[in-house]
């Protein structure tokens, strides 16, 4: 008999481990263990969710008749990683090897080639692009942007193709799907279960073993299983998706969630699968209850994006979490710890992160990332807070967005600039301008907004990086156009809020 890995982000019954084996001959191992608990300090309900699922998930296998050998965190036996599971459950049913399905993290990838054990990886095949896809689609290119992968993902799935043409005649609704807040969300929020009694076993567990990580537990409304997800993403597509285009790059201070699917998490986990989702989404179009833009631009986020920052992930290799192209060395501030600040975009986005384990893209991409590319903060320290804080992260996916998209550490592989903005960007995508304390139209002085002065302290000490880059020229010549007593007093006084920030000093 051989053992069949399943690790906690592929709970999906069609997984290519699953399929290779044999029920009636072969042992289902899975495993909560603190090496995968605790790598990062993981949020609580991230935890909760995936040993909700997990527990879920085996019972399931069981119940359709594998035999499972389920390791709980609190088992005294519990060795503490995957590996040593996998070896003491080797040795108890004297297994001939392990088969298991590609992980997602090559930190995983290496443990397991190492062990002393013969081991049989397979592809995740879960994904729409192959390795060879990608890296197909990548030789010989100067310049790998997704917009070009994700029509040919399209053209690969039949999704919203009109012959041999996109439907609509463009490949791209994205300039549709800009507008700022609006005065009203309509959408009453994503949908949320009640813990059952084995969740609640598993949020008490989590609770006694990691306290002292940052984050709420409570209260928990995940779905932990593929049932509920589904009735998740079908409550989503009849109410959030028709409205979703317009204002996916909105943020509002009292509306956490918007129009977004929150489904990250479900797709990664493995208890959605990707191409259901965006066939079920393309079907709300065809059936006239949701308009192109919309339909067009969430599917572009998973067979267009998810599947290119994989294909990334995976091309660059082992160390492009490492990387730092523009040498920032500033230590994570508090602030990101929920330390106190009287920016209100900042304690906004980091108070949601704390309570939900969640926050959408652009609160990502243009608050928290856009704060820390600016403040010169070490990538390897934002990109080790994004993998812990929320509950769809997951280093595949997780570090091309962080180290790539938002702070620019990989030279530019994904993104043609840095992602970086004055706040007068979140002033016009959000409300939170009109409440804070510093004042967005104020570029020095007294009340002046962080991002006004941390904005052109980074253009201005990454001059000789991006003065000749064709998407920046305008923004440099405006900054040197500028009077020489003006700019001294920018950088001075960005400076000096930049000490305070190393100082540990509320900002």
């Known amino acids: 008999m051989r053992l069949v890995l399943v690790l906690g982000d592929q709970l999906s019954e069609n997984l290519s481990a699953l399929r290779k084996c044999d029920k009636a001959a072969d042992v289902v191992v899975m495993a909560e263990v603190a090496n995968e608990a605790a790598y990062v300090p993981h949020h609580p309900k991230k935890i909760a969710f995936l040993f909700a699922a997990m527990r879920k998930f085996a019972a399931k296998l069981e119940s359709n008749g594998w035999q499972v050998a389920y390791t709980r965190l609190d088992d005294p036996q519990n060795s503490g990683s995957i590996t040593g599971e996998l070896l003491r459950r080797a040795a108890k049913h004297e297994a001939a090897g392990v088969v298991y399905t590609e992980p997602g993290e090559w930190r995983l990838i290496a443990a397991l080639g190492d062990m002393p054990l013969k081991t049989h990886s397979l592809p995740d095949d879960r994904f729409i692009a192959t390795h060879k896809d990608f890296e197909d689609w990548a030789d010989g290119r100067k310049q790998l942007r997704m917009e070009y992968f994700y029509r040919d993902m399209r053209r690969k799935t039949g999704l919203l193709i009109d012959g041999d043409q996109p439907e609509g005649g463009k490949w791209n609704y994205d300039h549709d799907n800009r507008k700022p807040a609006p005065d009203e969300v309509t959408f009453s929020g994503p949908m949320k279960f009640t813990p059952d009694e084995d969740v609640e076993e598993v949020l008490t567990l989590v609770e006694d073993r990691f306290a002292d990580n940052f984050g709420d537990i409570r209260p928990f409304w995940f779905a932990t299983d593929s049932g509920q997800a589904k009735q998740h993403l079908a409550h989503w597509l009849e109410h959030g998706l028709p409205k979703f285009g317009d204002f996916q790059d909105a943020m509002m201070q009292d509306q956490r969630f918007m129009y977004h699917a929150i489904i990250g998490l479900y797709l990664n986990a493995g208890l959605l699968d990707p191409l259901n989702v965006c066939q079920a989404a393309e079907r709300e179009y065809k059936n006239g209850n ?37 040498n920032h060395d500033r230590d994570l501030p508090p602030v990101f710890w929920g330390g106190e600040t009287d920016m209100l975009c900042m304690q906004k986005a980091v108070a949601q992160t704390k309570e939900e384990a969640y926050a959408h893209h652009i609160q990502r991409l243009m608050v928290t990332g856009n704060f820390a590319l600016l403040a010169g903060i070490a990538p390897s320290q934002i990109h080790e807070w994004y993998l812990a804080v929320y509950a769809d992260a997951f280093e595949w996916v997780e570090a091309p967005n962080t180290i790539g998209m938002s702070q620019f550490a990989d030279g530019g592989i994904i993104a043609s600039k840095p992602y970086v903005s004055s706040g007068n960007y979140i002033n016009k995508m959000s409300d939170y301008c009109k409440s804070c304390r510093y004042s967005v139209t104020t570029k020095t002085g007294e ?3 962080p991002f006004n002065l941390l904005y052109w302290h980074f253009m201005d000490r990454h001059q000789d990086t991006f003065a000749k880059n064709p998407r920046m020229g305008q923004m440099y010549a405006t900054w040197n156009r500028m009077d020489a007593d003006k700019r001294a007093l920018i950088l001075s006084e960005a400076k000096a809020w930049l000490d305070r920030l190393d100082a540990g000093e509320p900002v």
């Not at 308009?291 to 992930?313: D, H, K, M, S, T």
């Open 447 to 449: 009340g002046a907004c």
């Open 290 to 326: 949701a308009p192109l833009n919309a339909v067009e631009g969430f599917i572009r986020q998973i067979i267009g994006w998810r599947e290119y920052v994989r294909g990334i992930y995976f091309h660059e290799g082992p160390d492009y979490t490492a990387r730092n192209h523009l």
